[in-house]
């Protein structure tokens, strides 16, 4: 039983990171223009993030779930002016002096990129809900199940998101070689560009 909750929880948490969103972009940029740490360190902040909030829809925290409802206008112009102004940091931002600074505080810069991407991604507590939704898909929860099921559920989430981020950031560390700062330029670019328009679609759509 509680093996079979740890690989549905496992499954439940890739399928919440794999989806290419502005968190992936920026851990593909930051593979790249920082190397494997800074992009799996950032995916661990996501992975962090989302399992708060699955612990969240877990335990049927009622009165948090309430709130996000009652707030979700507020949360979704907040989490998508945040993306839209880290979209507009990445395009102008310098891959050499990143390299640079990178070199200069490898252990601060880490724990600055966990920590960002952990806010980023708090920033929308509306993913809340799409953990209820898995939950219900995956008939993984009952309203008699023990706590004890739960908690495995939820290592079994952060296990599944934190396998993916590792995953990403190794498979695009692998081709890190082949990029010059020439082309590290553009990805910021782009980068920045594609997370910068997540950012105003997520306002657009509620506006």
Request: include cysteine.
């Amino acid at each position: 039983m509680a093996v079979d909750v740890f690989l549905k929880g496992m499954l439940i948490g890739l399928a919440a990171s794999i989806p290419l969103g502005p968190i992936g972009v920026l851990c593909i940029q930051r593979t790249l223009n920082k190397g494997v740490y800074s992009g799996f360190f950032s995916g661990l902040g996501a992975a962090v993030a989302d399992t708060f909030m699955a612990m969240i829809a877990a335990l049927g925290v009622t009165f948090i779930i309430n709130f996000i409802e009652q707030q979700m206008l507020f949360f979704h112009i907040i989490g998508g002016l945040v993306v839209a102004f880290l979209g507009i940091r990445i395009f102008y931002t310098n891959p050499a002096k990143q390299m640079r600074r990178q070199r200069r505080k490898k252990s601060g810069k880490l724990i600055k990129d966990f920590v960002s991407v952990l806010l980023l991604t708090l920033s929308n507590p509306v993913a809340v809900f799409l953990f209820i939704a898995f939950f219900a898909s995956f008939n993984v929860l009952q309203d008699e199940s023990p706590v004890f099921a739960s908690v495995i559920l939820i290592v079994g989430t952060f296990s599944g998101a934190a396998l993916w981020w590792f995953t990403l950031s190794n498979v695009v560390n692998k081709f890190r070689s082949k990029f010059r700062l020439r082309r590290l330029l553009i990805i910021n670019r782009i980068s920045g560009s594609v997370i910068f328009a997540f950012g105003i679609f997520v306002i657009l759509t509620i506006l």
